[in-house]
Structure formats: structure tokens, C-alpha cells
Antibody, heavy 117, light 111 residues
Framework: EVQLVQSGAEVKKPGESLKISCQGSGYSFSTSYIGWVRQMPGKGLEWMGVIFPADSSVRYRPSFQGQVTISVDKSINTAYLQWSSLKASDTAMYYC??????????WGQGTLVTVPS | QSALTQPRSVSGSPGQSVTISCTGTSSDVGGYNYVSWYQQYPGKVPKVMIYDVSRRPSGVPDRFSGSKSGNTASLTISGLQAEDEADYYCSSYAGHYNIGVFGGGTKLTVL
């Protein structure tokens, strides 16, 4: 059974850094794309970027390039999404997703990030 | 890279059929047979209902069907049920940026 298990909810202050995680199991983690999807409160879904664990190559949606960092540790089947300086506008639910040709095959349970203004 | 265009809302009565459209360009929907549809209840994780334009994952009722013509994909729900009331999103591979793109979402109301 494919599972993507994400780290827990976070409440951070503006300017703080944050790294959230997503551990995959039940499939070949290294040879499957995995990515992050943002859903701001009351809004739609947005792809942020995807990574190929085998070679750590990353593709970012242009609007997220330079705003976040996607990385992976394939030795523990875990992908990460990282911010160096959070803003109130980063408040959102973040889903990790096993990606296939632009779509999502499997979803993580979501990590709520709250950055009060 | 713009989101795919979906109607903000659609509605139908129980037993009826509704169709939700998803319009893109030749660089995404029109260029590839990689359109997916997702159902999301408030506060819940999205669920894959259709992938590769018209394929259904196991467990998804055959009341849900997908199709594509040119740059527009469609999700049709037949025999509408109260439990189908949810938000629906489409996605497509977008070759120009080599990453997927979602539609803005459609709220389905069952009257």
C-alpha cells in the first residue's frame, strides 16, 4: 500500500525558517517523482515543484522558484519542503504528492503551516 | 503559467448528470493525454477520481467519467447523489514548464 506520511502542523513567526517532511512507503521511492502542492485558506491547489529522488533533480513552478527549497533524503525515503524566512502569506495547507505526468497519484495527509501576521 | 480554467460552480438535482469543463491550451490539456480530476470535501485531502483523461482508479464509481476534446477536458457525473457535493479540480501535464498545472476548482452543489 502506498503511503505518504507528513510531519505535523506548525505555527511559526514571520522571518523564521521551517522544514517540513514527507516519508513515502509502499513503492519505489527513488524512481518516482514526488512533489509539493499548496492550498491557501479557501483557495485552490497549486503545484510548487517536484523532485526525482534518484538524482535529486528539482523542477519548480516559476512563481515558487527562489521562495522555497525542495530536497530529498532517499536513504530514508523522505522529501522536504523548506523556507528560509517565512511570511504571513505562506500560511496554507501543504500536501506532498506522488506525481505522475503532472497529476497526483497519491496524496499525503497534509501539513498545516500557520504564520500569524 | 496560468491555471486551467474551470467554472466556479455547477449544480444539479439528484439523479441528473452534470459536466465540469477544464480549459487549457495546446501546451497542456490539448497537448497531452495526462488530465486528472480530483474530488475534495471541505477540510479533507483531495481524492483522485480520473487520471489519464478517462481512466478511473479502483473504487471510484463508474458514474464518474472523463473525456477531452481539443484544449478542453470534461468530467461528467451521472446519476448525481448528495454525497457528490464537493469541490472538483482538474490537472494536466504542462510540457512548457515540465510541471503540472491545476484548474481553479469547481464547487458542485447537489440541489
Amino acid at each position: 500500500e502506498v503511503q505518504l506520511v507528513q510531519s505535523g502542523a506548525e505555527v511559526k513567526k514571520p522571518g523564521e525558517s521551517l522544514k517540513i517532511s514527507c516519508q513515502g512507503s509502499g513503492y519505489s521511492f527513488s524512481t518516482s517523482y514526488i512533489g509539493w502542492v499548496r492550498q491557501m485558506p479557501g483557495k485552490g491547489l497549486e503545484w510548487m515543484g517536484v523532485i526525482f529522488p534518484a538524482d535529486s533533480s528539482v523542477r519548480y513552478r516559476p512563481s515558487f522558484q527562489g521562495q522555497v527549497t525542495i530536497s530529498v533524503d532517499k536513504s530514508i525515503n523522505t522529501a522536504y519542503l523548506q523556507w528560509s524566512s517565512l511570511k504571513a502569506s505562506d500560511t496554507a495547507m501543504y500536501y506532498c504528492a506522488k506525481e505522475a505526468w503532472g497529476g497526483v497519484e497519491y496524496w499525503g495527509q497534509g501539513t498545516l503551516v500557520t504564520v500569524p501576521s | 503559467q496560468s491555471a486551467l480554467t474551470q467554472p466556479r460552480s455547477v449544480s444539479g438535482s439528484p439523479g441528473q448528470s452534470v459536466t465540469i469543463s477544464c480549459t487549457g491550451t495546446s501546451s497542456d490539456v490539448g497537448g497531452y493525454n495526462y488530465v486528472s480530476w480530483y474530488q475534495q470535501y471541505p477540510g479533507k485531502v483531495p481524492k483522485v477520481m480520473i487520471y489519464d483523461v478517462s481512466r478511473r482508479p479502483s473504487g471510484v464509481p463508474d458514474r464518474f467519467s472523463g473525456s477531452k476534446s481539443g484544449n478542453t477536458a470534461s468530467l461528467t457525473i451521472s446519476g448525481l447523489q448528495a454525497e457528490d457535493e464537493a469541490d472538483y479540480y482538474c490537472s494536466s501535464y504542462a510540457g512548457h514548464y515540465n510541471i503540472g498545472v491545476f484548474g481553479g476548482g469547481t464547487k458542485l452543489t447537489v440541489l
